[in-house]
């Protein structure tokens, strides 16, 4: 994770990295700091805490100067302190370096250094680093700033792990000399100043010209040009790239938090994720940019869907979706699994990698994994410039506008209209009859108007939240394609609340989860209207017969559950394969009042990032 911003050119560099660095928060928030030539040396900053800690020691005591570096962090190696946020510098202090991976050899170099006579001042692997490269400086042979790159490329021969990372030396006061293996990094190119950024986002209010760096490669910074080079020291032709950037919409507008505004944008996301992709006459969808003709998308066999947390909960439902409408054989697999097991594929497969962000370390291994061995790999993206969605074979886009918050919420409900939108493509290239085609996508054109109204139940909702908020454990249940349903409940319930929550499929229940059930435990059951209702009924009542309270999901005309259920948060009805989009708002709106009702910090959930780019 953490992100990285630098800059080189005519301007004062601290307040651009500032609010570059801002635009990066989503991928860790433990700590910050920036590192700048200031016409004498390198002169650092850096706060344990959020970017706005740093802003105010930097505003009370500024530092002057056109070139810098920063970084905003995400721990891995020692806490969040001010001692550990980066940059980090060299013995000789001659040198300040910011890095986003993870260094695994770093012990046994550490004990190298040691025995060579380094101290450290910070317990991370970064610092390590810096030493290497203030050591390989000191032995290089080059000449000029050469010798920089030299020094970066030597030191970073010897790491095992990931990096991306930039550098700043005494000797060069209009340089910046980074490097990438594994962790992002970007170009960005202006008029008369250069950046880099672990994204693009990051540089959305400078410039839209972008270079993407390659793994291996160095750059070397100046404020009217930059040279890219290949791990043997070639010089690299590079192009550059336009992108749709646009600044980053960070704005909350009337919400108190980006978490409730993401989860009352949905009827917008979803109609994004849907528009123009329906053929109404053909009873189908258009997905163009799968770049798979029907010829191939017929000889599907299987498919293996690949994600992290809530975008592997997407996928499960996507399972649902397909193997429903489609009847091919779709598997899930968690992403970090995947890429490091032995699962045998079978020939016809097609894997599918989900990912909201498009940066996630474990999904973007996994399908590189799966890309290796052969297969055609799609993505579903929301960020249009990242990795997943430049290195897959084609994809569908989200297009849910960004997620601040760091608990998904809206791409969630757009993955699982996506998927939708595939099982239908796929189902009439196949079985699925006309009629049925006809009536999901008309169910799917009235949902955003259905989820209208299941948000409108929010201040109903958040008196059952401040009800049960103050329990330490809860349980969530659901059957088939609201199985997901509830992992994703009980996944919102944990990082925004610090809860324990619980999902299972409710038949689970009486194979050793109802130990758990007690008066102090509740369990979140969802119980609308379909195949396995009664089955559902079963189970509250079990629980009801130990004392557990009940919150059940159900329809908003279902009588017969109010009488049952301690509280009910109630959603309306619509097309049975699509009723899952529906379950998952209440939801949603829970964690988001009990983590209000518990004073947690909402956006900001305590040790995690939006972004998970490390593995
Ligand atoms: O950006 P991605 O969709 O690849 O992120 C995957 C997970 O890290 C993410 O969904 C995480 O579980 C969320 N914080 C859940 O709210």
């Not at 700091?33 to 200031?38: D, K, M, S, T, V």
């Not at 002057?64 to 721990?75: E, L, N, V």
């Not at 990698?353 to 890309?371: F, N, P, Y």
């Not at 349980?475 to 299972?504: C, D, Q, S």
């Amino acid at each position: 994770m953490c992100g990285i911003v630098a800059y080189v050119g005519p301007r004062d560099a601290q307040p651009i990295l500032l609010d570059a660095l801002s635009r990066l928060e989503y991928r860790g928030y433990d700590s910050a700091g920036l590192a700048i030539l200031n016409g004498k040396g390198v002169e650092v900053r850096k706060k344990s805490g959020r970017i706005q800690e740093l802003a105010k020691a930097c505003a009370s005591h500024p530092i002057q100067g056109q070139s810098g570096i920063s970084h905003t962090r995400w721990a891995t190696h020692g806490a969040a302190t001010d001692a550990n946020a980066h940059p980090h510098q060299d013995a000789a202090k001659k040198l300040a370096l910011v890095h986003n991976g993870v260094i695994e050899n770093y012990l046994e170099l550490k004990t190298i250094l040691s025995k060579a006579g380094h101290t450290f001042l910070s317990e991370t692997d970064t610092e390590i680093l810096a030493h290497l490269v203030g050591d390989a400086f000191q032995s290089s042979k080059a000449k000029g700033e050469a010798r920089l790159v030299d020094a970066v490329r030597s030191a970073t021969q010897k790491i095992q792990g990931t990096l991306g990372i930039a550098v700043i030396h005494t000797d060069f006061p209009g340089l910046v000399v980074g490097a990438r293996r594994g962790s992002p990094l970007v170009i960005g190119v202006g008029e008369g100043e250069n950046f880099l950024a672990s994204d693009t986002q990051a540089l959305a209010p400078y410039t839209s010209r972008v270079v993407i760096l390659q793994d291996q490669e160095v750059v070397s910074l100046h404020a009217d040009r930059f040279d890219v080079s290949s791990p043997l020291g070639d010089r690299t032709n590079v192009k550059i790239e336009e992108v749709e950037n646009g600044v980053t919409h960070s704005d909350k507008g009337t919400y108190p938090h980006f978490m409730l505004k993401e989860i009352f944008e949905q009827p917008a996301a979803i109609t994004n994720a849907f528009r123009g992709r329906l053929d109404v006459d053909a009873a189908t969808a258009k997905l163009g940019g799968l770049n798979l003709g029907s010829q191939e998308l017929r000889q599907i066999e299987r498919i293996c869907v690949l994600g992290c947390g809530t975008a592997l909960h997407a996928g499960l439902v996507g399972k649902y979706l397909i193997e429903t409408l489609a009847k091919i054989p779709v598997e899930t697999q968690h992403a970090s699994e995947f890429r490091y097991g032995d699962s045998p594929v079978s020939g016809r497969t097609l894997f599918i990698a989900v990912s909201q962000s498009g940066e996630t370390a474990d999904t973007l291994g996994a399908m590189r994994e799966a890309k290796r061995r052969g297969f055609t790999c799609l993505g579903i993206c929301n960020n249009v410039a990242s990795t997943i969605a430049r290195e897959s074979d084609g994809g569908v886009y989200m297009h849910a506008g960004p997620e601040i918050g760091v608990a998904a919420t809206k791409s969630f409900t757009s993955q699982v209209v996506i998927f939708t939108l595939l099982g239908l493509l796929l189902g009439r290239l196949r079985f699925l009859s006309a009629a049925h085609g006809r009536e999901l996508i008309e169910a799917m054109e009235n949902l955003p108007a259905l989820i209208t109204q299941a948000l409108a139940h929010s201040d109903a909702i958040r008196a059952v939240a401040q009800r049960y908020a103050k329990h330490r454990s809860m349980l969530y249940l659901g059957r088939l394609a609201n199985f997901p349903i509830a992992l994703e409940g009980a996944l919102k319930m944990k990082e925004v609340t610090y809860l324990h929550a619980e999902g299972y499929p409710s038949a689970e229940l009486k194979h050793g989860v109802i130990a758990l059930i007690d008066k102090e435990t509740p369990t979140v059951l969802i119980a609308t209207r379909d195949g396995v209702y009664d089955k559902n009924l079963g189970n509250l009542q079990e629980i009801k017969a130990r004392g557990g309270p009940v919150i059940a999901v159900a329809l908003e005309e279902d009588k017969k559950i109010i009488t049952l259920a301690d509280a009910v948060l109630p959603v309306p009805r619509t097309h049975e394969l699509l009723q899952p989009i529906l379950n998952v708002i209440p939801l949603q709106l829970l964690s988001y009042h009990a983590a209000v009702a518990l004073g947690r910090d909402v956006d900001k959930p305590r040790n995690l990032a939006k972004s998970v780019t490390v593995e």
